[in-house]
């Protein structure tokens, strides 16, 4: 199917590789199905894309390649809504926000997005115990092996 994109423009995707969000991303409830699109050149970065609303779209990133001891604690009763089973099935990204130098943009730890690799399943969780907030400096890429490169 033709999405029209924020950063891509016009692209074909296919619909196997979307993402449904039941709840939402938070201040965008009503956006329930996204896809995660590649930026050439890039191997860190990726786009989360609204499929239904062109300027909907996040960069988003592995936030272990910026922050190797980010440590989440997602209870097993908030993976149920994305019907995860083991935490083999989940990925972990974190928006992020760039700025004109990349060493001024930010990551946002406090709320990262949860996928369900097997069920492509999603949602936005907001950690609560108060170790991270929403703008944390991106700093420099942690020395991560291919782990950054093929996220």
Not at 97 to 107: G, H, I, M, P, Q
């Amino acid at each position: 199917m033709k999405i029209l994109t924020k950063f891509f423009g016009e692209i074909e995707i296919e619909s196997e590789n979307t993402l449904a969000f039941p709840e939402g991303l938070l201040g965008f409830e009503e956006e329930k199905e996204f896809v995660v699109l590649p930026i050439e050149g890039n191997p860190v970065f990726k786009v989360l894309q609204s499929t239904n609303t062109e300027y909907v779209a996040f960069v988003i990133a592995d936030p272990w390649c910026f922050y190797k001891e980010y440590d989440i604690q997602v209870p097993d009763e908030s993976l149920k809504s994305i019907e995860v089973q083991n935490r083999e099935e989940l990925s972990v990204a974190s928006i992020v926000t760039l700025a004109d130098r990349l060493e001024d943009s930010t990551v946002n730890l406090l709320a990262p997005i949860l996928v369900n690799t097997e069920k492509n399943l999603g949602k936005q969780f907001v950690l609560s115990d108060g170790a991270y907030h929403t703008k944390h400096k991106l700093g420099s890429l942690q020395a991560q092996g291919d782990q950054c490169a093929d996220s």
